[in-house]
């Protein structure tokens, strides 16, 4: 037990940190370690730490990214943002279109990808519109983070979700989705007043710079995302459904393999490989269990505590990682509604600081690299405010549902 918590919490602090500062080690290499160490020390054999692994996650996780790549090859996204982003006249209205895309195309597809190919289509935007970038930006991080709760498939911890809680698609959908449109509305009324100032006055032009668009890799891609999303509708095996959708877009003569390799996010899939044997060690030695007879002053049975649990530990440990941890504490007669809320609130946590999710890191990053910074405050003031409304707002429609 003392072993295996040591491994778990040097593990956290690397992902808390965001990589080791005595050693150059990251996020995967602390997950590899972590579920190595974990199996030299005993706690695990090999063939148990195999088991330990979710493989339907992974599998799902994997044929998302496949089909979200194929899109992005295509140039879906590039089409799209160019299409809707002409229809702005205004700052204001430039905002409410980048939140509404961003939330939208985050329902559908993995929202770290959202804001990889959105992010510097709406730098080109705004320097050639003399809009400011700094809300536009935080529209494009916080409203990916708010619409990817909408759906089992729109970020990487609600794949997660699916595959352990069993949940459908259909009715996890009926029960998020309505939260997320709403908070959609709520981050561009809070952005927008917050940076009132910046976006008064009418864009110059909304012309963006053209972007090579292949119809066919387009089409395909659609038509498989829309059989696999049908699928899930009609409550088929979300891994085997989606891995079919990925099989079928690798079977292609125009577009090379090794093309839509180099954007699956593979260090994503060995965190969550190390995480899952790591957990796994947790559990098997019973740590997790005298965790939880240790905290009974922590009513977790209560939905509004749970909830904050879920924003705190996500912004602390990341929300893969705390995800992993709470479905432990989750209550024995835990229904849908609890699953639900665990994926709503890890996913809105990561809107509270600009380490709070993968998604809001790339756009910071992208935005570096063009010269423009958005520091810890810059995101802060306005993601501090819409967490705190949008936890509000989804605990009030959680309870009227239970």
């Not at 005298?290 to 909830?307: E, Q, R």
Request: charged content about 10%; hydrophobic content about 55%.
């Amino acid at each position: 037990m003392i072993t295996t918590g040591i491994i778990l919490g040097l593990t956290l602090f690397v992902f808390a940190v965001g990589k080791s500062p005595v050693f150059r080690i990251d996020r995967a290499g602390a997950a590899i370690i972590g579920a190595t160490a974990t199996i030299a020390a005993g706690a695990l054999s090999f063939d148990q730490a195999a088991q330990a692994i979710d493989h339907r996650t992974l599998v799902l996780l994997f044929s998302m990214m496949i089909i979200s790549a194929n899109l992005k090859l295509g140039g879906f996204f590039e089409k799209t943002g160019d299409f809707l982003l002409r229809a702005a006249s205004s700052r204001r209205q430039l905002l409410m279109v980048i939140v509404m895309m961003s939330g939208l195309l985050s329902a559908l597809c993995i929202n770290d990808i959202v804001c990889l190919l959105l992010t510097p289509i709406v730098l080109t935007v705004c320097r050639r519109s003399g809009a400011p970038p700094l809300p536009h930006l935080l529209g494009v991080a916080m409203a990916s983070n708010i619409g990817s709760a909408a759906t089992l498939v729109g970020n990487p911890q609600n794949i997660l979700i699916a595959s352990i809680s069993g949940m459908s698609f259909i009715s996890y959908f009926l029960m998020a989705a309505p939260v997320a449109v709403v908070s959609l509305f709520v981050t561009y009324i809070v952005i927008a007043f917050i940076f009132r100032k910046h976006l008064e006055g009418r864009l110059e032009h909304g012309e963006t710079e053209s972007t090579e668009y292949n119809s066919y890799v387009v089409g395909k891609s659609l038509l498989a995302l829309t059989l696999v999303l049908t699928g899930f509708l009609l409550s088929l095996d979300m891994a085997v459904t989606a891995s079919i959708g990925a099989a079928y877009l690798l079977i292609t003569r125009r577009v090379s393999p090794n093309r839509v390799y180099e954007s699956v996010d593979f260090n994503l899939l060995v965190i969550f490989t190390g995480l899952f044997v790591i957990v796994g060690g947790v559990e098997h030695t019973g740590l997790m269990k005298w965790l939880i007879g240790k905290s009974p002053f922590i009513d977790f049975g209560n939905l509004a505590v749970f909830g904050a649990a879920t924003v705190v530990l996500s912004n602390i440990f990341s929300n893969v990682p705390a995800v992993m941890l709470l479905k432990y504490f989750m209550p024995q007669q835990s229904s849908d509604v609890w699953w639900t809320a665990l994926a709503i609130f890890s996913t809105i946590a990561g809107n509270l600081t600009i380490t709070g999710s993968i998604a809001n890191l790339i756009v910071a990053e992208i935005a570096k690299g063009e010269r423009i910074r958005i520091g810890f405050w810059d995101y802060f003031k306005a993601g501090f405010p819409l967490t705190v409304v949008v936890s509000a707002l989804s605990m009030l429609i959680l309870w009227q549902i239970s």
